[in-house]
């Protein structure tokens, strides 16, 4: 059984930084993109950030500059390193997964877990 596991999220002041990091584990191999999400109340969820085996990124336009997503092959892991940190960016984070299964693909969601932007 395949398990994604979000952890770093916080309460953080405007302008501070947080290090998010998502750990697969158990069945899970042959990942391909690895992304973050995020819900803020109300809202729909949004793709923040995704990045694939190869190292290609990919950056919603609020966060670019701002936001760093990274990934270690070899621990199945990905990490959101979030800097300049505005109010806006409050929401529940979560880490996707993406497995290939040939011929096709299966999807994997973390828990999420809480970032709060505020002073």
């Known amino acids: 059984q395949a398990q994604v596991v979000e952890s770093g999220g916080g309460l953080v002041q405007p302008g501070g930084s947080l290090r998010l990091s998502c750990a697969a584990s158990?069945?899970?191999?042959?990942?391909?993109?690895m992304g973050w999400y995020r819900q803020a109340p109300g809202k729909q969820r949004e793709l923040v950030a995704s990045?694939?085996?190869?190292?290609?990124?990919n950056y919603v336009d609020s966060v670019k500059g701002r936001f760093t997503i990274s990934r270690d092959n070899a621990k199945n892991t990905a990490y959101l390193q979030m800097n300049s940190l505005k109010p806006e960016d409050t929401a529940v984070y979560y880490c996707?997964?993406?497995?290939?299964?040939?011929?096709?693909?299966?999807?994997?969601w973390g828990q999420g877990t809480q970032v709060t932007v505020s002073s």
């Open positions: 996707n997964v993406i497995q290939v299964v040939a011929p096709g693909t299966r999807t994997y």
């Open positions: 158990g069945s899970i191999f042959s990942i391909s993109t």
């Open positions: 990045i694939t085996t190869g190292g290609r990124t």
